[in-house]
């Protein structure tokens, strides 16, 4: 036949289930060491406030940079002003030397006739008449460039009592600083009749003495390209006052170096 088996230990109080009071779950804490746990909080809520300082450190650091951006732009755009004024500045400069030095080459240039001509009085043979001067326009070299001596030449022509008169002429206007020693040469050189006394008359009645025949020269040279400013000895020797004293003021302001 069927038996039962039946457990009556399940039954006693020890083996009952307290049931929880008011219905709720029972809380089972942690127990033994809780510092992972008090680490794990303050790391959760450290972590957000630091995050949260960060981010407003770099705010206030974003906001002061930008300041400073704005500080280097408008300093930027000053200088750049300044900077294209002082360019402007320069430029004029520039060109207000180069319209001096310009100037000075001009005026350094600058051969009074007064001079030359007392040099030629220095330098003339007793024994050679000087019946005219012409100055020689400046030769001009290639298309668009300056002309080779802008001086220009003299050109010379009188009569000599002899070739050889000519000749120490010649070689005086050689040593004149005033004109080129190389550029001195004679062109023409011919015997003609001396002419006749201005005033006097020949007698009809008496026999007629022909004179004895003169040279009839022309020397032609070229201006010196010499400064004036490295001639003032000369020129004060000249008796040309005016033009050394302009020199030297100029020398004195730095124009024209010593």
Do not use: C, H
């Amino acid at each position: 036949m069927y038996s039962l088996d039946v457990n009556f230990l399940k039954d006693r109080p020890a083996y009952q289930k307290k049931p929880d009071r008011k219905g709720g779950i029972a809380l089972k804490f942690p127990t033994g060491n809780l510092t992972p746990v008090y680490v794990g909080v303050g790391l959760g809520i450290g972590l957000p406030v630091l995050l949260g300082v960060g981010w407003w450190f770099l705010q206030g650091k974003i906001v002061e940079l930008e300041g400073t951006i704005a500080q280097l732009n408008q300093e930027s755009t000053r200088l750049d002003t300044e900077i294209g004024n002082l360019n402007k500045i320069k430029a004029e400069t520039i060109a207000i030397k180069g319209e001096t030095q310009a100037l000075v080459t001009v005026f350094d240039q600058i051969r009074p006739w007064s001079a030359m001509l007392q040099d030629l009085r220095d330098r003339i043979p007793a024994a050679v008449q000087i019946e005219n001067i012409k100055q020689i326009p400046p030769v001009a070299a290639a298309a668009g460039q300056p002309p080779n001596n802008p001086a220009g030449g003299l050109e010379i022509s009188g009569l000599a009592r002899s070739f050889n008169d000519v000749n120490d002429f010649l070689l005086s206007l050689q040593q004149s600083r005033f004109l080129k020693s190389t550029e001195s040469r004679i062109l023409t050189a011919t015997l003609v009749d001396a002419p006749l006394i201005p005033g006097v008359d020949q007698p009809t009645n008496a026999v007629i003495i022909k004179p004895p025949q003169v040279v009839k020269y022309t020397i032609q040279s070229s201006m010196s390209d010499v400064p004036a400013s490295e001639l003032i000895r000369e020129l004060e020797k000249k008796g040309t006052v005016g033009l050394v004293t302009r020199i030297r003021n100029m020398q004195q302001t730095g124009v024209i170096l010593k």
